[in-house]
């Protein structure tokens, strides 16, 4: 889906450094995701927003932080505090806040290796 | 919260024979159940889904069927072709849009 950018495609993080994954989107979504997959596994929920100005903690949301100031963006930042990130991590949006679960549209990814 | 099992992990199948991976999920509120197809290194994309007030679903050589009850879905692919080989996700969303997705299948179709 051309309405997800994420960026960028590979990133490479130093020991205690922060680092920022860009997700935009275009589709009007209210809803937007991060997720973090790693070989062999599912997807796992890191954070999500419903809203403008509002989100949640998913699954594995230590370590990592997120904020949601325009509709159509929604930057993970992976901070020293995550000891393990090497991983695929995708984004996703859909367009319901609520009623009526839609179905989830995603970016191409953020490859995230430590150096 | 939801936990959703996903089996089998692994599967070949022979060049237009059929293939079937099946979920389990736990909560019985979950009412949306998507299913993703992933090649390597790209981005999941939607090839079918299903909603609770629906018992099965078809889509040219792909189906879905719902089992309520027993807390299970499954996808069904028919004369599988090798442009089917990927990893299979299924998911379970309850309201307020979460989702919950299973731990994927990695198909390989032999030609």
């Known amino acids: 889906d051309g309405g997800i950018t994420q960026s960028p495609k590979y990133l490479f993080r130093k020991e205690g450094q922060n680092v920022t994954l860009s997700c935009e989107q275009n589709l009007n979504h209210d809803a937007m995701y991060w997720y973090r997959q790693d070989p062999g596994q599912g997807l796992r929920l890191i954070y999500y927003?419903?809203?403008?100005?509002?989100?949640q903690k998913g699954d594995i949301a230590e370590g990592y932080s997120v904020s949601r100031e325009k509709k159509e963006s929604f930057p993970l930042t992976v901070t020293s505090a995550q000891k393990n990130p090497t991983a695929f991590y995708l984004c996703?949006?859909?367009?319901?806040?609520?009623?009526?679960?839609?179905?989830?549209?995603f970016g191409d990814g953020t490859r995230l290796s430590i150096l | 919260g939801e936990n959703v099992e996903q089996h089998p992990s692994t599967l070949s199948v022979q060049e237009g024979d059929s293939a079937v991976i099946k979920c389990t999920y736990s909560?019985?509120?979950?009412?949306?159940f998507p299913w993703y197809k992933q090649e390597l290194g790209k981005r999941p994309q939607l090839i079918i889904d299903?909603?609770?007030?629906?018992g099965e679903k078809k889509d040219q050589r792909i189906a879905v069927t719902l089992n309520k009850t027993a807390k299970h879905f499954s996808l069904h692919i028919t004369e599988t072709q090798p442009e089917d080989s990927a990893v299979y996700f299924c998911a379970a969303s309850l309201a307020g849009n979460q989702f919950y997705f299973g731990t994927g299948t990695s198909l390989t179709v032999i030609p």
């Open positions: 996703a949006s859909s367009p319901d806040r609520g009623w009526g679960n839609q179905p989830q549209h």
């Open positions: 927003s419903q809203i403008v100005n509002d989100f």
């Open positions: 299903i909603r609770s007030n629906v």
């Open positions: 909560d019985s509120a979950s009412n949306y």
